[in-house]
Structure formats: structure tokens, C-alpha cells
């Protein structure tokens, strides 16, 4: 293990218990695999690693029940004689509404300690349930039409339910993905999708199509919704979403699929977009590789596959070719490695410095990065164990370099095993100040009297590819007991090959007709690193 790393071991608990799903289901990938075997309806999976959880009607009522792919296999969430639908999960929690107090409310259940408690009760329904991480969204009519508001499991004891959007309009079926919400909205006569991020409290409009845009989703930055006009639903998207208060400032509103069948109920992980498609005259299940641009069928034949959910390489969905509804399971591989980005120095580039930190960030379409496979060199030694790694990036600060060419690598794999590799090179370079004394003078009457002379210099940057930042003259040295009386100057940024010019005074003692004079001034390169010229200042 590498030292100054900061890692998410959750991520490796992913990959060993997905290796457990292979021993315990006799699992390959694109091979489908029932969850569920029992004689009663089963439906509206949801899926967050290694947890599924679905409606579940066995005991003569809608219950929810979950599957623990890493072991523990099919277990009970939720089971009174109430009403239970709508079951999401976020991998460590379940959550669902529920009718048991009379209307409809929001529970909870926690996977690992099998605590189940209310989240969220009250006048009205509230209901319709999505979480991602510590944030719980759901709809509540409670002000007399269908609302958007949101819980954050962390601080809900002390901070209670705050609303995403309040609309006098309807808004329906939201989604959530980290900070940013989806939902359709119903507020300019016709269904279209609207998006809240709760970070910055900025609401867009996302659709823009005509017609009714329903049943959204979204995964990073990406929303997939239906399009119905005239009869005819296709799929839709927006990729490259980025929100603020001054509007959805990027994202081109794309078809999916062009088949002129009836497609429903998209869904979204990563780069995997999953939906139903009745172009083969019954509803199965197609997807789309986003990096691929492959659609493809994913779950079809003469039964009814519906109401898919994906996350990451995992999608869960309604079959019945058993006779009854159950829950079966797809495994779409990932054969992308991830994408390496942003490496700093940047190829070829000069960096104005001897010390320049190594960064690079890392990111994967769909299963996740596995930090612990990153490996990194500088000019062929492994700096791997004094680098600060996360999730997403790596950075190394190096001591002083020699002056030229260095080269650079890094390669990290995905949790599929796919490795990426880069390799850049860069240049280090180290500032150089020269001085030129242009001629003195007394600057005025009284100047010559009190023998205060004033003596231009020429600072230049002799450097040719270093900016010198935020220089300053220190102080200056004289002979013949000659003295400074001018303050520390000011500089600023002197590019490279320019120059700029400054003016000291010095108090010339009587009967004095020369002296020697040392300038003493400090610079930071492009590093941030502050170096002195000539050298540190007498007393430094």
C-alpha cells in the first residue's frame, strides 16, 4: 500500500464480492441470471452495487425484498400487512414509500444493521423515493399538488426535509444523481424535464423537444428521458450538463434510438443506457454504449421484459418467462480502460520552475477507477508510494529538478481490469535576473542640497520561457558609507526577455565620488517557489 494515498475501500469490497457473485450464481457475463424464483409477482428492481431490491407480492401483498450479491442472498426489507412500493437503494440503504399509517409515507431500512425506521411521515402522501449517497428525494402533495423535496440522511435529526422545487404545477418521478435532481414538470401545459441541483440551488429546464417529456433519469452528467408526440415515445438525452444561475449553459438534446417502435422507461449508469422497446411486437429490453454509439438488444424473446434499472455494468429487470413476474439480472462488460486527463505539466510544456507537481486526474464511462492499480514515473523511477492518490487523481511534488527534459508516465486500471496508460514529457527551467544602472541624478533642488541621489536600474528577465512573479527589491549594499534611504519596492511579473525599471535614493556622505552598490530582490517562479537574487538578503 502506498503511502499519502487516500482511498474508498468500499470500491475494492465492490470487485470481491462481484468475484463472490461468479462463485455463488455460476455467473458469465452476458449470460442473464434470475434473482428471484418465487411463484408471485415480483417487480421495480432497483440496483446499487451489490444490493437489489424489488416489490415483492408472495405473502398476498406488495411487501419489498432484496438480494445481497456479495452473500447473504434474498432477504426481507419490509413485510407488514401495509403497502409497500417504489423500493431505491443506494447500496447501503433501502428506502420505499409506504402506507401502513394511513397515507402514504418514506421508510428506510439499513442494509447491514437491519434497522428499519420512518424517514419521512406527515400530512399529505409523500412518496416515489431515489437516493444517491446521504441525499433521499420523494414527491409530496401535501401543499395540494405533487412536489419535489429532499432529506440528507446525515443531518435529518437535526435539519428537516427542504424542497428541490415547489412549483403550483405537478412535478413527477424524480431522479437523482450526487447533487443534481430530475424531474418531468408539468408547468408549461405539457410534460418537460426539469433539473435542480441542490449545490447550488440552480433549476434549469432540460427538455426542449415538443410534446410530453417524461420518466427521466441521470448519471453524472448525462439525462435520458421519453419523448412522446403524436403517439410515437422515443428515447432522448443530454450529455455534458453544467448547471448554474445563469442557465444549463452546455448539452445538445439528442436522440437515443431511432427505431419508430415505442421505447419507455430509460435508464442510465455511466455510459450504459438501458430502456423498454416494443419494436419486436412485445416489450424487451435494448441498450446503448454511449462509448461505443453500439444499441443493441439486451433482455428479449416472446415474454415481457420491463422496468429496467442499471448501475454501472448491472442492470435488473421485469421478466416473465417464467409465468410470472421476476427479477432477472444482465451484466453488460466493460471493455473501455479509463480516461487519463489533465496532466500537469501539460506535454511539452515549459515549466518555468525546477519543481513542478506531478498531477493527473482518472475517470471511468461505467464501473469505477481502482486507484490502487495507479502507477506513476518521473524519468523512470517509481514515485508511486510518495504520491497522494484518491479516487480521481494522483499528484507527486518532486525536490528541485534538473534544469531540461523530463518524461512523465502514468497507467491505472478500471475494476474490469481495463488499464490505461499516458506518457508526456515536460521542460524545467530556472529564472535569471540581470541588472543594468542607467545614470544617476539629483532629482531635484532639495535632493542635491540634502545629497540624495537618485540612481535608475534596469531589471531584466533574462529567462526565455519563465515569468518571474511578484518580484521585489529587498534592500540594496553600498561602499564608502553610502546608505539606502528608499523603502522595499514593488515590482510585480516581469515576463520573460522583458524588463522593468525602478529608482533608489542613497545618501551620499560629503566628499564621496563613487561607491559600489549590491541590488538585492526576491522573485517566485511558476512553481510558487520564492527565490532571492543574488542571493538572500544580508541578515536573511
Same mark, same amino acid.
Given at each position: 500500500?502506498?503511502g ?13 464480492a ?10 458469465a ?10 411463484? @408471485? ?12 431490491v424489488?416489490k ?7 411487501? %419489498? ?14 413485510n407488514?400487512?401495509?403497502y409497500?412500493?417504489v ?6 440503504m ?22 428499519e ?10 412518496g ?7 441525499t433521499?428525494?420523494y414527491?409530496d ?12 440522511? @446525515?443531518?435529518r435529526?437535526t435539519?428537516?426535509?427542504? $424542497?428541490?422545487?415547489t412549483?403550483?404545477?405537478s412535478q413527477?418521478q $424524480?431522479r ?5 435532481v ?5 408547468r408549461n401545459?405539457?410534460w418537460d424535464?426539469y ?8 433549476e ?5 423537444? $415538443? ?5 427521466a433519469?441521470?448519471s453524472?452528467?448525462?439525462v435520458?428521458?421519453?419523448? &412522446?408526440?403524436?403517439?410515437?415515445a ?7 450538463i ?7 449553459v ?22 450504459? %443506457?438501458?430502456w ?16 461505443s454509439?453500439?444499441e ?6 416472446? *415474454?415481457?421484459q420491463?422496468?429496467?434499472a442499471?448501475?454501472r ?6 421478466d ?6 421476476? &427479477?432477472w439480472?444482465d451484466?453488460?462488460p466493460d %471493455?473501455?480502460?479509463?480516461v487519463?486527463?489533465a ?7 515549459h515549466?518555468?520552475?525546477?519543481s513542478?507537481?506531478?498531477s ?8 469505477g ?7 506513476l514515473?518521473l524519468?523512470?523511477q ?14 507527486y511534488? !518532486?525536490?528541485?529538478? @534538473? ?22 514529457q515536460?521542460?524545467? *527551467? *530556472?529564472?535569471?535576473l ?6 544617476a541624478y539629483?532629482e531635484?533642488y532639495a535632493d ?8 535608475p536600474f534596469q ?5 526565455t ?5 511578484? &518580484?521585489?527589491?529587498?534592500t540594496?549594499?553600498a561602499? @564608502?558609507?553610502?546608505?539606502l534611504?528608499?523603502? !522595499?519596492?514593488e515590482i510585480?511579473?516581469?515576463?520573460p526577455?522583458?524588463?522593468k525599471?525602478f529608482v533608489?535614493?542613497?545618501?551620499i ?7 559600489k552598490?549590491?541590488?538585492?530582490? *526576491? ?10 537574487f543574488?542571493?538572500?538578503p544580508?541578515?536573511?
Amino acid at each position: 500500500m502506498h503511502g499519502k494515498q487516500l482511498r474508498l475501500y468500499l470500491t475494492m469490497g465492490f470487485f470481491t464480492a462481484l468475484l463472490i457473485l461468479f462463485a455463488n450464481l455460476g455467473f458469465a457475463a452476458g449470460a442473464p441470471v434470475q434473482i428471484t424464483t418465487n411463484s @408471485a409477482n415480483q417487480g421495480r428492481p432497483d440496483v446499487h452495487g451489490n444490493i437489489i431490491v424489488w416489490k415483492d407480492i408472495r405473502a398476498g401483498n406488495w411487501d %419489498i425484498y432484496m438480494y445481497n450479491l456479495g452473500g447473504g442472498g434474498e432477504q426481507v426489507v419490509a413485510n407488514t400487512t401495509a403497502y409497500q412500493n417504489v423500493p431505491a437503494t443506494n447500496g447501503m440503504m433501502v428506502v420505499w414509500q409506504d402506507d401502513r399509517n394511513g397515507s402514504q409515507d418514506v421508510y428506510m431500512r439499513d442494509v447491514f444493521l437491519g434497522i428499519e425506521q420512518p424517514l419521512v411521515t406527515g400530512a399529505g402522501n409523500q412518496g416515489m423515493p431515489e437516493i444517491s449517497g446521504n441525499t433521499v428525494i420523494y414527491v409530496d402533495d401535501q401543499s395540494g399538488n405533487n412536489d419535489i423535496y429532499s432529506v440528507d440522511l @446525515a443531518t435529518r435529526t437535526t435539519q428537516p426535509a427542504q $424542497p428541490v422545487c415547489t412549483n403550483s404545477a405537478s412535478q413527477w418521478q $424524480p431522479r437523482i444523481s450526487g447533487s443534481r435532481v430530475v424531474w418531468e414538470d408539468d408547468r408549461n401545459g405539457n410534460w418537460d424535464i426539469y433539473m435542480m441541483d441542490l449545490a447550488t440551488g440552480s433549476e434549469q429546464q432540460v427538455s426542449t423537444s $415538443p410534446g410530453d417529456n417524461k420518466v427521466a433519469d441521470i448519471s453524472g452528467d448525462i439525462v435520458v428521458w421519453q419523448n &412522446v408526440v403524436g403517439g410515437v415515445a422515443d428515447i432522448r438525452m443530454k450529455k455534458n450538463i453544467v448547471t448554474g444561475a445563469e442557465q444549463v449553459v452546455t448539452g445538445v438534446e439528442q436522440a437515443v434510438t431511432s427505431d419508430a417502435a415505442y421505447q419507455n422507461s430509460p435508464r442510465i449508469g455511466g455510459d450504459l %443506457i438501458v430502456w423498454e422497446d416494443y419494436r419486436n411486437s412485445n416489450w424487451d429490453i435494448y441498450k446503448k454504449d454511449l462509448t461505443s454509439g453500439e444499441e443493441s438488444p439486451l433482455a428479449s424473446g416472446t *415474454s415481457t421484459q420491463a422496468r429496467p434499472a442499471v448501475d454501472r455494468e448491472k442492470v435488473v429487470y421485469e421478466d416473465t418467462r417464467g409465468g410470472s413476474y421476476d &427479477v432477472w439480472m444482465d451484466i453488460v462488460p466493460d %471493455i473501455t480502460p479509463p480516461v487519463i486527463s489533465a496532466q500537469s505539466p501539460a506535454n511539452g510544456q515549459h515549466t518555468g520552475c525546477v519543481s513542478p507537481v506531478l498531477s493527473a486526474s482518472f475517470s471511468d464511462n461505467r464501473v469505477g477507477v481502482d486507484s490502487h492499480t495507479a502507477h506513476l514515473t518521473l524519468d523512470g523511477q517509481d514515485v508511486t508510494s510518495d504520491a497522494t492518490i484518491t479516487g480521481n487523481s494522483i499528484s507527486y511534488q !518532486p525536490g528541485t529538478l @534538473a534544469i531540461g527534459q523530463h518524461s512523465a508516465t502514468l497507467s491505472v486500471a478500471d475494476l474490469s481490469g481495463n488499464i490505461a496508460n499516458s506518457s508526456w514529457q515536460f521542460y524545467t *527551467s *530556472s529564472l535569471e535576473l540581470g541588472l543594468n544602472v542607467l545614470e544617476a541624478y539629483w532629482e531635484n533642488y532639495a535632493d542635491y542640497n540634502s545629497r540624495e541621489l537618485s540612481v535608475p536600474f534596469q531589471l531584466l528577465n533574462v529567462s526565455t520561457d519563465t515569468p518571474a512573479w511578484s &518580484v521585489k527589491i529587498l534592500t540594496s549594499t553600498a561602499t @564608502a558609507g553610502v546608505i539606502l534611504t528608499t523603502p !522595499p519596492v514593488e515590482i510585480s511579473d516581469i515576463s520573460p526577455g522583458a524588463h522593468k525599471d525602478f529608482v533608489l535614493k542613497y545618501l551620499i556622505p560629503p566628499n564621496t565620488n563613487s561607491f559600489k552598490t549590491a541590488i538585492y530582490s *526576491s522573485v517566485s517562479d511558476s512553481c510558487g517557489v520564492t527565490s532571492f537574487f543574488p542571493g538572500p538578503p544580508p541578515g536573511e
